[in-house]
């Protein structure tokens, strides 16, 4: 019987077969953090005399939580940051002028089969490219960090098939949406999802991020996509050179699967405060909505600005409304094929590579009493700023239409 | 390794945010975090768990963001140990890490009542509350280890 795709990752990493439900120490491919975990796993290392890193090479560092800092403390960190980047000189560190890392780790430098560790839960977003990638606590991403392995559980893998193509307005984000809705945020813990997509250039590497991205809300190890065409395309094009492909095999069994219709999908959001509690978007047109957020790792990516452009053109938003692309690379694209201009001369406050509001950071936090639609990936109770605001969690379609009516609008009914 | 208290009791999906905010995130001091641990949620959290209380929740505990500061903040806020009927994959390795101990207990948050007290014997996840008792999912080997050094820098130091 063949293998999963998480089984010949982690048994690459392993060096030798394994199987769901035992644990095993691996080899990791790439360790990340960012400024606000990354002084924490900065300050574990220090506070356990380990003052060296694996590879140069293979720690990916970027700020973009604290970026550019709000506060006096944010700049410290930052400050601490650089230090121990020159002390160490770590290869691959971004400053505060280039983008989210989960971002920059698809843009640059994840690869298929590679495992992927960092300080942040949302690292699952580099499982769109085919890499097993999972977020950590500071103390075990220090110990990576050091040595390059780690331990884990092999995760039980399950078969999402995504059949046929998606219709107008609907993307990654009514993808991870609909699996949250169906199963709920508890039924993926333990398990990695592979998604196998029928047509691969129907769900671009864009929609596949915000899938991977939101696999840490349904509490999946890892939410990797196999590997295809579309994998190829997208690193070639955006890294000039043909990665190397590793697929499960053919006769691999999974013990549990799923297919999902792309074409009977509807635009999707979450009712506050949970991540699983998912309604249609035309359910919900009675909610008046304060700001409206684009943005973040899940969804500020140049396909979110395309569609947002699309509906925002030539009107002016009802609602104040604030787009943050994902990274300075996405930040270019957009400007230009004139979409951050369409969104600034709509009325939007655009600024650049940041996580921003996401986590109640910076750049618009939410008020007592507010509502949000933002294009993240959380609503949690206090997640965006006060505890008494609630926040609703929807593709760039349903936000950019919002933001027209200053109600949550379905988008398909937009002229 | 026995820790015992009266219950404090949380419902399903419990989630780092709400168990503390990000805005609390620049600072890794116990003390200081413990004083915001689910502030969101339960204001009155650092003043009821500061006696030392056991945490029962529901499913997934600790979903959400990585942030190691979850942990810390219930550990210094007063909580000896959390049971749950499940836990989310990086909460549970931040709380071994950090010395909180966190059992599994399927039904837990059906057996359990506010106010009551539970006994948890660590190695074998037996929890006794009441005249009932419950077989959880125990800590053994190295997370044993990381637990009873009190968290994974003091075993580093013990064992370097």
Not at chain 1, 69 to 82: C, G, L, M, N, Y
Not at chain 1, 116 to 143: N, P, R, V
Not at chain 2, 127 to 153: D, F, H, N, P, Q
Request: glycine share 10%; charged share 25%.
């Amino acid at each position: 019987m063949g293998y999963t795709l998480t089984e010949k990752i982690l048994g690459r990493a392993a060096g030798r077969p394994v199987s769901p439900g035992e644990v095993t120490e691996l080899k990791v491919d790439l360790v990340a953090f960012h400024d606000l975990t990354g002084y924490h796993v900065i300050e574990v290392m220090e506070k356990a005399g380990m003052s060296k890193i694996f590879d140069q090479e293979r720690l990916v560092v970027a700020f973009d939580h604290l970026s550019p800092p709000p506060d006096p403390r944010s700049a410290e960190i930052q400050v601490s940051i650089r230090k121990f980047v020159r002390k160490m000189g770590v290869k691959n560190f971004h400053d505060n002028n280039v983008g989210i890392l989960h971002q920059l780790m698809v843009e640059k430098y994840a690869e298929p089969g590679q495992v992927i560790l960092a300080a942040d839960s949302h690292t699952t977003t580099s499982g769109a490219l085919g890499a097993f990638a999972q977020g950590m606590g500071a103390s075990d991403i220090a110990a990576a960090v050091v040595t390059g392995r780690t331990w884990m559980t092999v995760p039980e893998p399950f078969k999402v098939s995504l059949k046929g193509a998606p219709g107008k307005w609907i993307g990654g984000k009514d993808v991870a949406l609909k699996l949250l809705g169906e199963f709920k945020a508890d039924y993926f813990n333990g398990k990695s999802i592979e998604v196998h997509v029928e047509d691969p250039h129907s769900f671009p590497v864009d929609y596949r991020a915000t899938v991977s991205n939101m696999g840490i809300e349904m509490n999946a190890d890892a939410l990797m996509f196999v590997p295809d065409a579309e994998t190829v395309r997208f690193i070639k094009e955006n890294r000039g050179y043909e990665p190397k492909v590793i697929t499960p095999d053919r006769d691999a069994s999974y013990q549990e699967a799923y297919d999902l219709e792309l074409n009977k999908l509807e635009p999707l959001v979450a009712v506050p405060h949970s991540v699983d509690n998912v309604k249609g978007a035309s359910e919900l047109e009675d909610v008046e909505v304060d700001q409206v957020f684009i943005g973040s790792c899940t969804n500020g990516r140049l396909s979110d600005f395309e569609v947002a452009s699309k509906i925002l053109k030539g009107k002016k938003v009802r609602t104040r409304t604030i787009a943050i692309p994902a990274s300075y690379e996405q930040f270019k694209k957009a400007m230009d094929l004139g979409y951050i201009k369409d969104l600034v001369d709509s009325g939007c406050v655009v600024t650049y590579g940041t996580c921003g509001p996401c986590l109640g950071g910076h750049f618009g936090v939410a008020g007592p009493g507010e509502t949000v639609l933002s294009t993240s990936s959380r609503n949690f109770k206090g997640r965006m700023g006060s505890p008494d605001a609630k926040v609703y969690l929807s593709g760039p379609a349903v936000a950019a239409a919002t933001a027209l009516t200053g109600k949550i609008t379905d988008p398909r009914g937009v002229q | 390794m026995i820790v015992e208290g009266p219950v404090l009791k949380y419902g399903d999906k419990i989630d780092t945010d709400v168990i503390i905010p990000a805005k609390y995130l620049k600072s890794t001091d116990p003390a200081f975090l413990a004083q915001h641990a689910m502030e969101p949620i339960d204001p009155q959290f650092y003043q009821r768990a500061s006696k030392g209380v056991i945490l029962v929740a529901g499913k997934v505990f600790g979903m959400g963001s990585s942030r190691e500061q979850a942990a810390i903040a219930l550990k210094a806020a007063g909580v000896r140990a959390v049971l749950a009927e499940s836990f989310a994959r990086i909460f549970y390795r931040n709380a071994v890490n950090n010395g909180l101990p966190v059992i599994t207990v399927p039904g837990i948050s059906r057996e359990a009542s506010e106010g009551q007290i539970a006994r948890v014997i660590v190695e074998s996840g037996e929890v006794r509350i009441g005249e009932r008792t419950l077989k959880g999912k125990g800590i053994t080997g190295m997370a044993l280890k990381i637990l009873e050094s009190g968290g994974i820098m003091e075993y580093l130091a013990k064992v370097s």
